[in-house]
Structures are given as C-alpha cells and as structure tokens.
C-alpha cells in the first residue's frame, strides 16, 4: 500500500501565505514526479505545481511567482509555498505523485485533499 499524507492549508486573508506538505510513505521502491493539484467549486482539477525527482519544477502560469514547489527526496515528501494569496486561490489541493512501488510498478497516488481558502 501506497498512502500520500497532506499537511496544511487552512483560512487565509488576501495577501497572506501557507504551506502545504505531503508525505508518500508504504511500499516505495521509488518516486517519480510529485505535485500539486486543485479543485475549485464547479470547475475541474487543474495542475497548480510539479517537480521531478531531477528538480525541475513547472507551474500554473496563475500561481507563477507566488508559489513555489520543493521536494525531500530522501523522505519522500513535496511541499507547497504559497505566497501573496488571492480569493482565486481558494480550492481544495491535491498531492499527486507517481511512485514505483518495484522497477516494474508505476502508479498514480493522490492525497485526500485540504481546503484553502482565502477571504477578500
């Protein structure tokens, strides 16, 4: 079993910053992309940040420059700093990861979510 952890998030004013973390942890052989997703009321899950096992990172262009994704390879965890918060940001975030759970094991993961929300 694989189990994707989150930590975080919470009520916010406009302007103001939270971090989330997400922990993998079950049998692991290895992690590959880890990120985070969000899904606002009546719209559809949309990536907000990814990082590879590399560094590489890639972001929503909404979120460019206030967010910022960082992973711990070593324990298996992503984390999420959100800066400069708008109502927009407000949504339910996701972790995601693909994790091998041998060499030849590749799965999708997601955590159970945690609110955001941002007041105005």
């Known amino acids: 079993q694989v189990q994707l952890v989150e930590s975080g998030g919470g009520l916010v004013q406009t302007g103001g910053s939270l971090r989330l973390s997400c922990a993998a942890s079950?049998?692991?052989?290895?992690?590959?992309?880890m990120g985070w997703y969000r899904q606002a009321p009546g719209k559809q899950r949309e990536l907000v940040a990814a990082?590879?096992?590399?560094?590489?990172?890639n972001y929503a262009d909404s979120v460019k420059g206030r967010f910022t994704i960082s992973r711990d390879n070593a324990k298996n965890t992503v984390t999420l700093q959100m800066n400069s918060l708008k109502p927009e940001d407000t949504a339910v975030y996701y972790c995601?990861?693909?994790?091998?759970?041998?060499?030849?094991?590749?799965?999708?993961?997601w955590g159970q979510g945690t609110q955001v929300t941002v007041s105005s």
């Open positions: 995601n990861a693909q994790i091998k759970r041998s060499w030849n094991r590749r799965g999708d993961y």
């Open positions: 079950g049998s692991i052989f290895s992690v590959d992309g």
């Open positions: 990082i590879t096992s590399g560094g590489p990172t």
